[in-house]
């Protein structure tokens, strides 16, 4: 599957996009973005004008299967850089074993992974601490290469 969305984050603090979760969510894949990873903008880039604590990106696969030979690993994370009204743009690519997110054509964090469950199919969305604005979801199912 690939899934382009393009989100407002506005105030909000947290954003978290569920893939491959399960119906009554025993399985998932949470794709996390912290507005502020508490780290500010070190100088990495210098056409900012205002400060800014840099964003997080992350990719918990700690619930993404639930086979007992399977064992849960550390959440893959990387600093995302974004202005204050620029909206964030996910492209992400889900296949049997890898999830890999792409987010505002700058940085990229990916992560396997390992469903059990032939109903780990569905996205979910949702926005911690205040609203954000999704302003577009698609997402399209891709033959297999095999």
């Known amino acids: 599957m ?19 979760r399960s119906k ?30 840099d964003s997080i990106i992350c990719i918990d696969s700690s619930c993404s ?9 550390p959440p893959e994370k990387a600093p995302v850089v974004l202005t204050e009204k620029e909206p964030l743009k996910l492209r992400i ?25 032939k109903d780990a199919l569905d996205v979910s969305l949702r926005s911690y601490g205040k609203p954000c604005l999704l302003k577009s979801l698609d997402a399209w199912q891709m033959r297999s290469i095999w």
């Open 2 to 20: 690939e899934i382009m969305a393009e989100i407002e984050i506005q105030n909000t603090q947290m954003l978290e996009l569920n893939v491959l």
């Open 24 to 53: 009554n969510k025993e399985e998932f894949t949470r794709i996390i973005f912290f507005r502020t990873g508490g780290y500010p903008n070190r100088g990495r880039r210098t056409d900012l004008s205002d400060w800014h604590a």
């Open 65 to 73: 299967s639930m086979a007992t030979d399977v064992l849960p690993r």
């Open 93 to 117: 690519f889900i296949d049997k074993s890898v999830v890999e997110v792409f987010v505002n054509d700058r940085q990229r964090v990916v992560a396997r992974v390992n469903p059990s469950r």
